[in-house]
């Protein structure tokens, strides 16, 4: 027995990872050709157990999403096209 947490079909595909998270956190969301995506969860729809889920990311075929991570500070050091790290850079604003 147990709850079922997800409705998983051929259309949502496999659960890759799970996080406990604050509606203030972003999300950032990596698939295998290199594309990122973040986001605060805070502007993601919130939905019920039995439903399938929220698009997030729209992936080109064949591409998938490889990894999560939840970031919960919104200011981030950026490197610039020479390599220098560049302070003057904030994410998420």
Do not use: F, W, Y
């Not at 490889?66 to 919960?72: P, R, S, W, Y």
């Amino acid at each position: 027995s147990g709850i079922r947490t997800l409705k998983r079909d051929e259309r949502t595909g496999p659960i890759i990872g799970m996080r406990c998270i604050d509606p203030s956190d972003d999300i950032l969301l990596i698939t295998r050709n290199s594309i990122v995506l973040r986001t605060r969860l805070e502007q993601i729809r919130e939905t019920g157990r039995s439903a399938i889920g929220v698009r997030v990311m729209d992936l080109a075929e064949g591409d998938e999403i490889v990894g999560i991570a939840i970031m919960n500070e919104p200011d981030a050091t950026a490197v610039n096209a020479n390599g220098h790290l560049d302070d003057d850079v904030a994410v998420g604003e």
